[in-house]
């Protein structure tokens, strides 16, 4: 590998390595667990590079490349990238936000809660309450968009 590809592969962002390997196993039609077995990784590990957590060593790169074909020239990561994100889906990990959304709300009702049993005096009027649960929706709110955003 010349160091005009490896000063390329460098230069490429989580994202573009993902978009490449994603593109290059489904051009030939490869689950990541077949091609995590043809390359000699990890399937954990071509994981995490599909879903732009890692960028790939360059002893990676070489087994990937051997196996789907990776094409590093400018030309064809500028292509690559341009491509309808369309035609490489992403999943969300909805299982991380569903527990986010609903641990953060029982944290937010059980701290308002705490609050009102150890105030002997809030909340005096049908005010103060909803002021308090006006509140709380907000704070939820605001996770919420975080989360799912």
Not at 87 to 93: D, E, G, I, L, S
Not at 99 to 127: G, K, R
Request: proline share 5%; with cysteine.
């Amino acid at each position: 590998m010349s160091l005009n590809v490896i000063t390329e592969i460098s230069s490429l962002t989580p994202g573009q390595t993902a978009m490449m390997v994603r593109h290059g196993r489904l051009k030939k039609s490869l689950t990541q667990k077949e091609l995590s077995g043809l390359a000699g990784i990890s399937l954990r590990s071509l994981q995490r590079i599909e879903n732009a957590e890692v960028l790939p060593r360059l002893y990676t790169w070489r087994r990937l490349a051997e196996h789907i074909n990776l094409d590093l020239s400018h030309e064809s990561q500028h292509a690559l990238v341009s491509e309808s994100i369309d035609t490489v889906p992403v999943k969300p990990n909805l299982p991380r936000k569903w527990i986010l959304s609903v641990s953060s709300l029982v944290v937010i009702v059980l701290s308002f809660s705490a609050y009102v049993i150890q105030s002997p005096t809030f909340p005096e009027t049908l005010f103060e309450t909803l002021n308090m649960v006006f509140a709380g929706c907000v704070i939820y709110a605001i996770i919420i968009y975080k989360v799912w955003k």
